[in-house]
């Protein structure tokens, strides 16, 4: 059986499957009935973006996409759900073609308690965007899609939850195995001299378990939650594996391969969101201590504590979102050698340093792969703040949305901007059309990958 004909045959199953649900859901109409529901969508886009050798407009990317959803549920005992994904079409200008089981998860239901198994997006946090204690979904962060939440990726956990009393609720989280982010780094043109090997596969090792606790407390107008991580970040840090220098000409050639590797750590974090008139606050604090220090192991991040205060108000068709981000490095010590990455190697300073007879050729490079991962966190300097802004405006009686997000690393000096306007002509049909625009200082992430993210996008989306 092929693939394509595979993909047919499930599809052709789920809708088998929706139609008897429906029948039958439509025959009962007590509390005890049981539904199955399909639905999903259609969507088509494209990306454009300049190239700069020339400055000529080209489509980076183009993709047709398929989402099923099916849900059954009896209202009482239990829910299953699935979302099947297949894509087709260019990313980055390479071919795609793939189908994804987003989510596929049961969900039992008792009187005091909860529990959800299998494939599922379970985030914590109620800042908007971004939470630094939520560490048990990774992301795609270069995901080729005009709805930001199909940036994150499901992970196969089992979620058990206990309400004890109405102003508390229990939960436990555990993981057994590892799925890796999708790193900005993926399709950054790399020097000729350097290769990355990424984690492409659920890594399934019995020391890559996984658990979070959280308790959460639902007071009079506030909401509040304490949580504990402890396990593997979804985002893996690069490893100095190989390393050599051809020294069979007038110039020496270095090649270095970086692995991705995760890393444990525990965070401990804490959350809350109240309002106060037409406002509505949000905020959000975690300490994240690494098991290894970084001193040692390059691929492990500095111990750091972020903090982020939120705010948005609607008024009318109006609403506005703000948001400060900081962070602290608490055992910070400045980096002596430059990022492997985002830097020019300069042959002659290497071939007077190697003239050292102390020198360590092996040490320099694994710590030059050390800051660039420094770099990629966000761990240059001690202190990080940075602000972000969402402003939106329904018009047409909500059938078109303009809007524009924008975020400011002031520290780093990288910049992110994305307007977007989307127009809903019919049920179920969404036309949008917007842009992603990254700049930040020579060396810094969004210098490097602005190349490839800055662009154009277009898409028409027909749900069912």
Not at 277 to 286: T, V
Not at 440 to 452: A, T
Request: proline residues 5%; aromatic residues 14%.
């Amino acid at each position: 059986m092929n693939k394509s004909f595979g993909i047919l045959y499930i599809i052709l199953f789920f809708i088998q499957g929706s139609l008897h649900g429906q029948n039958q859901g439509s025959s009962f109409n007590t509390e005890e009935s049981r539904s199955t529901i399909i639905y999903g969508f259609i969507r088509g886009g494209l990306y454009g973006s300049l190239d700069d050798a020339d400055d000529k407009p080209y489509v980076s990317s183009a993709f047709s996409d398929f989402s099923l959803k099916a849900e059954t549920r009896d209202y009482r005992h239990f829910k299953a759900f699935t979302d099947l994904r297949f894509r087709y079409g260019t990313e980055f200008l390479e071919p795609v073609k793939r189908v994804d089981l987003r989510e596929v998860y049961v969900k039992i239901n008792g009187k005091k308690w909860d529990l959800t198994a299998g494939q599922t997006i379970l985030k914590w946090g109620r800042t908007d965007f971004s939470n630094p204690t939520s560490k048990l979904n990774p992301q795609n962060y270069i995901t080729r899609s005009p709805d930001n939440e199909d940036m994150d990726l499901g992970n196969l956990l089992a979620d058990l939850k206990i309400y004890p009393a109405p102003v508390l609720s229990l939960e436990a989280v555990a993981v057994p195995f590892y799925r890796s982010s999708v790193l900005l780094i993926d399709p950054l043109p790399l020097p000729a001299w350097v290769n990355i090997n990424q984690i492409n596969q659920l890594l399934t090792g019995k020391e890559m378990f996984t658990y979070g606790l959280k308790a959460e407390f639902h007071l009079s107008g506030t909401d509040m939650s304490i949580s504990w991580f402890d396990g593997y970040d979804p985002m893996p840090g690069a490893a100095l594996t190989n390393f050599n220098l051809d020294m069979s000409g007038s110039i020496p050639v270095p090649y270095a391969e970086l692995t991705m590797t995760p890393y444990k750590l525990r965070n401990i974090g804490i959350d809350f969101e109240t309002t106060f008139g037409n406002f509505g606050l949000r905020g959000e604090a975690a300490w994240s201590f690494p098991y290894k220090s970084y001193k040692k192991e390059e691929y492990v991040p500095c111990e750091e504590l972020k903090y982020n205060a939120g705010i948005d108000w609607m008024t009318g068709n109006w609403h506005f979102t703000a948001e400060y981000s900081g962070k602290t490095i608490t055992d910070y010590e400045a980096m002596a050698v430059d990022p492997i990455i985002g830097t020019e190697p300069d042959p002659a300073k290497l071939a007077q340093m190697m003239a050292d007879p102390g020198f360590d050729l092996n040490e320099y490079v694994r710590q030059q792969v050390a800051a660039f991962n420094r770099l990629y966190n966000y761990q240059i300097e001690r202190t990080y703040h940075s602000a972000g802004f969402r402003m939106e405006r329904e018009m047409l009686y909500g059938k078109l949305t303009p809007s524009v997000f924008a975020v400011y690393n002031f520290t780093s000096r990288d910049f992110i901007l994305m307007p977007e306007i989307k127009y809903k002509p019919a049920d179920g049909l969404t036309i949008s059309a917007g842009g992603d625009y990254y700049s930040g200082k020579k060396g810094s992430i969004n210098d490097l990958v602005n190349e490839f993210m800055n662009c154009i996008r277009i898409a028409v989306k027909v749900d069912f």
